[in-house]
């Protein structure tokens, strides 16, 4: 069997890092620091201080662990082999959103080197700068404008053409880079290879924010629907996951989780299977309990075996009045995002005053597979592969939880299946990390089903009350939002193993909760979370930064403690915001008799929001109209559209999405039959995968909002598989899609994987009130709920 | 352990291991095969389809002692990289793919269907489809894929 590799492409790396990492062996570091520089002879004058702001890779790279390849410098991101190969490391991962492929294509693009010869190192920390975690959209913000991985691809180009211009003696302005040389504009025979002009020395050149990026109007790579290189790989059963891992000597082992949440240990009785065939040990850390195995099987029969007494954990809040505990529940965190401190006055003023409560379930990421990782601890020393969206993150909580130094942890992302948020991957590294250090061998562990969904940091559930202020002319002169939302744990990031499931159990706490009441008056504007509508304003520290007109705005959200772990999943908050604000705003335009579209536009200022509901709008053949749509009959099948729109995060891209549905009046059941979809992400890298991306957040959005929810009873998570978490299989009737894409070359790439599913509850809930007249003001929709709202 | 004797993608392994493991665990663990794959172990969404004797089984949760001797394909079996079967050129010239992982039961359940029935309507094959999972929700292009492929079959 293969050994797992370093890399994913060894034989295909540029020739030179490939033998400088040969001979520095853990750590490319060491190449970096060895290799020979590169006097690179023009002025970097007048941009100091823009490097300095850009010095650090979050997103950025902001809080970069101290020996990260830094990312301010060329070195971290891009060597250029003897043989003209080009390896690019990057923090941001292909997690199936088609990331690798676009990141080549920038390489390839700004480098002017052909797609072919680019080789990508993808998060190894080893190897790649720490950029936190690839999510919230935000890998095209940060490595596809002028810092990171696209401005060092601009620097190093303008350095090839400011030696090129050296070497042949010829002016930079008559020169031209084409497929990694630089050439005359007018003569192509004078010309030299980057190979020849860096003759096997590093750039050690800083990235330069002011480099020269190409228009999207001279590009021949980047933009282009480029297919993804894995695919082949993919659909032939080659490709290698995190599942794939096998390392040798490797054993196999389980996890035995807590018979209830919060339950703790009390008795391990290993003797109930010491017997057992392939038997290795039983690893005990705190309320940790896990088992090793010789092989994979034997170590699921004896987990299944072994006798583990629990204490019987506290009791649960009751599901049925949950919505209603987090209301009431205290302490609290509450955060005040926008305040005009006016709202209450506006309310009193206004000719009608609209009050609506959404509820939103927890839902779970419920990845098609259930989670790997495979762990190689011995003694001082750490290596594992993990599907972790953060290998630096994961670095520095795995020292923690080994009681080893960080930097002989090494981290290697592999591919998990797809995990929109925080599933778990990090928990699952944990747990073989921890059985790997008992048995001082490499070893591999694969959740159960059940293990995954019961134990995963769920996304967020939400109790939002909405309120607005109509004035006599149907305007909305004042919004309120106030919502509940439980939190517990989160991502590790650099110091918090306790907030996943195996860190917790291992003896490490939660971030605390820490109670705030009242808020802070808001200093700065922040909508991450998507809690301030697109309609106002926006005004904190004297400006305006909302998308709306409307000026009385308040938006004040109270986090509470959960009795199950949380974390970001697919567009947190912003989903569960974006289906309050949006519904909310369907149900003033019907009180106002007025055409949803019209209505939205009649509220915005954003031209980019504003851009996608009219594209949205023109791409479904948008019928003027107020809602509902006089009903005709009380049977049968009633048919109806509705609108939805995101401006995600505020300003990281924007999305509106018309969904045509057909109601069953007597079962309740909902047929969506048409979803149009506009997005704006700035300038498009690759088309398809972006199509791709927003034809999945769409479906994902409409599983989501149709039949998924985390369920449990007394002391325990119920949905646990495929049966008792609904979502939707591959045969249900899927809506025929249109997905419009407005490219902007003339501003900066946003993110764009969550744009699409933020708005999808929404569309369907609003299309549902147009066909039918009732109001569905809880996910999922289920047939029982819809029926209710019908006869409501 | 007892030996047993298996018949995957046209090889003969005899193996040593316990009857009753299921066959997924002997495919990725013992043949070290990455088409099969772990998404459940119940059953219930398909990624560890594999082909026995033409029909999608899910070898999760079947005994490996009950496919002794038979023909047993999996993903890899079909085609290669630089060979792929047309389901699986399908597939790739769709891109009909985003994490890929269930990719395996998607294009293997779609095979046994076609192969059963070539002239399938639309509604038809989304109802052999309706027992396996993607969570991406790749379905769009993965319908597209499995009718250019039903295309390219009946030709």
């Known amino acids: 069997m293969k050994n797992p590799s370093f890399i994913e492409n060894e034989n295909q790396m540029a020739a030179g890092a490939a033998d400088a990492l040969e001979r520095a062996g853990f750590s490319r570091r060491d190449f970096m620091k060895g290799s020979g520089a590169l006097i690179v002879c023009f002025s970097m004058g007048g941009v100091s201080g823009m490097l300095q702001a850009q010095t650090r890779a979050g997103a950025f790279g902001e809080n970069a662990a101290a020996d990260s390849p830094p990312a301010n410098q060329v070195d971290s991101w891009i060597a250029i082999g003897s043989d003209g190969k080009v390896t690019a490391y990057t923090g941001k991962e292909e997690l199936g959103q088609g990331m690798s492929t676009a990141q080549m294509q920038l390489v390839a693009e700004e480098l002017c080197v052909p797609f072919e010869r680019v080789n990508l190192i993808v998060a190894d920390t080893s190897m790649t700068p720490d950029q936190g975690v690839t999510s919230g959209s935000q890998s095209h913000p940060a490595n596809f404008n002028h810092s990171n991985l696209g401005g060092a691809c601009a620097t190093a180009r303008e350095a090839m053409l400011q030696l090129g211009s050296k070497h042949l003696n010829i002016p930079v302005e008559q020169l031209t880079a084409v497929a990694g040389t630089i050439r005359s504009k007018t003569d192509a025979s004078k010309k030299v290879t980057y190979a020849e002009l860096l003759a096997g020395k590093k750039f050690d050149l800083k990235v330069d924010p002011a480099a020269k990026r190409k228009p999207a109007s001279e590009w021949t790579v980047l933009g282009k629907p480029i297919g993804r290189p894995d695919m082949a790989q993919m659909a032939t059963g080659t490709f290698e996951y995190a599942h794939n891992v096998r390392a040798p000597g490797m054993l196999h082992g389980m996890v035995v989780r807590p018979s209830a949440v919060g339950a703790t240990l009390l008795k391990v009785d290993e003797s109930s299977v010491s017997g057992m065939t392939g038997f290795v040990k039983v690893v005990i850390k705190k309320n940790f309990v896990g088992v090793v195995a010789e092989k994979p099987w034997q170590a699921v029969q004896i987990a299944g075996k072994l006798d583990v007494t629990w204490s019987p954990g506290p009791e649960l809040p009751k599901q049925e009045t949950f919505y209603d505990h987090l209301r009431n529940q205290k302490p609290t965190r509450d955060t005040l995002l926008v305040n005009s401190t006016d709202v209450d006055q506006k309310l009193g003023e206004a000719a009608t005053v609209v009050k609506a409560t959404y509820l939103h379930p927890y839902q779970m990421h419920g990845s098609i597979a259930s989670s790997c990782a495979v762990a190689d601890v011995q003694g001082e020393k750490a290596t594992v592969w993990s599907p972790t969206q953060g290998v630096w993150h994961q670095r520095a909580t795995l020292a923690m939880l080994l009681g080893l130094k960080a930097e002989n942890v090494r981290v290697i992302f592999r591919r998990g299946s797809g995990c929109y948020g925080i599933n778990g991957a990090d928990a699952v590294t944990y747990d073989a990390a921890l059985l790997s250090q008992a048995v001082g061998k490499p070893v591999r562990v694969q959740l159960t089903r059940k293990d995954e969904m019961a134990w995963e940091n769920y996304g967020f559930a939400f109790t939002i009350d909405e309120r607005a202020g109509l004035d006599a002319q149907g305007n909305i002169i004042a919004w309120d939002h106030e919502a509940w939302s439980p939190v517990l744990g989160n991502r590790p990031v650099y110091t918090y193993p306790g907030n996943v499931i195996t860190g917790y159990l291992a003896g490490f706490q939660p971030e605390e909760f820490r109670p705030r009441s009242p808020a802070p008056e808001p200093t700065t504007f922040s909508n991450n979370s998507n809690a301030i509508p697109s309609y106002v304003v926006g005004h904190v520290a004297g400006a305006d930064h909302g998308a709306g007109k409307v000026k009385s705005e308040r938006a004040l959200l109270h986090n509470v403690v959960s009795p199950f772990w949380t974390g970001p999943l697919r567009s947190p908050q912003r989903l569960q915001n974006t289906f309050a604000h949006e519904s909310f705003m369907d149900e003033l335009a019907a009180r106002v008799k007025a055409d949803p579209v019209e209505f939205r536009l009649r509220h915005l200022s954003e031209p980019r929001m504003i851009d996608v509901v009219k594209a949205a709008a023109k791409g479904a053949n948008w019928d003027p109209r107020p809602s509902p749509k006089a009903r005709t009959a009380s049977a049968g099948v009633a048919s109806g559209r509705g609108i939805s729109c995101v401006a995600y995060e505020g300003d990281n891209g924007f999305s509106a999405m018309v969904a045509e549905v057909e109601v069953d009046l007597a079962t309740g059941k909902i047929t969506v039959k048409r979803m149009v979809v506009a997005i704006d992400a700035g300038p498009i890298s690759n088309p398809d995968g972006l199509r791709n991306q927003s034809e999945g957040g769409a479906l994902q959005g409409l599983s989501r909002a149709l039949g998924e929810e985390v369920t449990w009873d007394d002391h325990n998570v119920t949905s646990i598989d495929w049966r008792t978490y609904h979502s939707l299989p591959l045969g249900f009737s899927v809506p025929k899609m249109d997905v419009v894409l407005l490219n902007r070359s003339d501003v900066p790439a946003t993110g764009a994987g969550e744009t699409a599913i933020t708005v999808v509850a929404s569309a369907i809930g609003n299309a549902i009130f147009d066909a039918t007249g009732a109001r569905l003001r809880q996910v999922p929709f289920t047939p029982e709920r819809i029926k209710a709202a019908l006869s409501g | ?155």
């Open chain 2, 1 to 155: 352990m007892s030996f047993l004797s298996l018949k995957v993608n046209g090889q003969t392994h005899s193996l040593d291991v316990d009857p009753t493991t299921p066959l997924l665990y002997v495919l990725s663990d013992d043949l070290g095969l990455r088409g099969p794959k772990f998404g459940c172990g119940l059953g219930q969404c398909g990624s560890c389809t594999v082909l026995v004797k033409g029909q999608a089984v899910r070898s999760c949760i079947t005994a490996v002692e009950s496919v002794q001797g038979v023909e047993i394909i999996t993903l890899e079996g079909l085609g290669t990289v630089e060979k792929p079967h047309p389901i699986q050129k399908a597939f790739i010239e769709e891109q009909a793919a985003q994490c890929g992982f269930c990719l395996n039961g998607v294009i293997l359940t779609a095979k046994a269907f076609l192969d059963k029935n070539p002239k399938a309507t639309e509604k038809e094959i989304e109802e052999g489809m309706s027992r396996v999972l993607c969570r991406c929700f790749t379905h769009t292009r993965m319908f597209r894929a499995i009718q250019r492929a039903k295309q390219g079959m009946a030709r």
